[in-house]
């Protein structure tokens, strides 16, 4: 996933496009998390192939900078960062029935769980591999998400206390581990939304009916990246921030990167490939959305939907190409994309910058997702497999080693 082709004498297949993962960067932002989060320490999120940053190099550069946890959402992702050899401990989160719970306890991950069958499921793979499971109950505190539900509906007990009592009693019978208990904020992203506090208040009754009931978590954890930057109160023993680790902003709003101290780790770049000059009044692309005012240059960028370039990018998100942002000229395709740079001087094999830092002047993922209609989540996350990763261990002035 996400690694240069070779061929098979083993030299690399040139592919014409590549995003280039700042990890001094991803390293620095988990510094600024880590002084954030006061005496918590820094679980780093790399679900989804580190928001497409790419698993294991990401990791590694988030443990570098200091996170002493790493979090997925699923247990594959937990496994492929044992199976490169990563030893810290790893949370993963979201399961369905039929996981690969066994694997996962004797691979020393830790799993989050949110419903009695998980529970059941793991004590049960734990008796299979002679071992105790070390557990993380999820409380639902007001996502309304996945968490057992904190809240009495009817006159049952409610999901959390059943789960609980359910934990303590496979504990008893070492099949399990009580090691965390957690939740997950609904609108952290807007600081003073009422359910912040709400939720806050919610887990430190969760926290207390886990308590009472006898289990003693290692870590309990809250924050997530907006959290971690805006309400420091929410830290408990750990964090648990993703996107301000590859330095975007969580809250657009509240601040921007900068504001927050971090730096973005993702630059999309592409390779010029035909280069035309055409007549005015010229369709350009499918459906021929775009039409040219006058006489001018085309270049055909070669990433498009497939890669992750969002097909409702078209005619809006800009790029950089000599030094000039211009818009995508009509519909991005599943290969390619246009732009129309005018008389701009550009070359076949000339770097188009889709969105990066923004200090050469190219556009950001937040520029893009505010074009797209989008958060900048979605936007680094979607960039797919299909081009390789380039890891570049630190930038100055613009300048990059590899
Ligand atoms: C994705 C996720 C995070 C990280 O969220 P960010 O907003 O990227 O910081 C933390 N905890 C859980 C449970 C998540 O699913």
Redesign the pocket.
Known sequence: MTATTHDPTGAPVPFPARIEVDLAAIAANVGVLRERAGAAGVMA?V?ADA?GHGLVPSAQAALAGGASWL?V?QLPEAIALRAAGVTAPVLA?LHAPGAGFEQAIRADIDL?LSAPWMLEEVAAAARRAGRTARVHLKVDTGLGRNGAYLFATGAAASDWSTLVERARQLEAEDAVRVAGL?S?LACADVPEHPTVRAQQEAFREAVSVAERAGLRPEVRHLS???A?LTAPEAAWDLV?????VYGLS?APEVGSSADFGLVPAMTAIASASVIKRVRAGQGVSYGHTYTTARETTLVDVPVGYGDGVPRHASGVAEVLVAGERRPIAGRVCMDQFVVDVGDLPVAAGDDIILFGPGSRGEPTAQDWAEAVGTIN?EIVTRFGPRIPREYVAARAGGQETR
């Open positions: 999120v679900k928001y979090g959402a989160w989050g957690f997950h997530n990246s907006a971690t648990r921030p993703g996107l301000a969580p989540y």
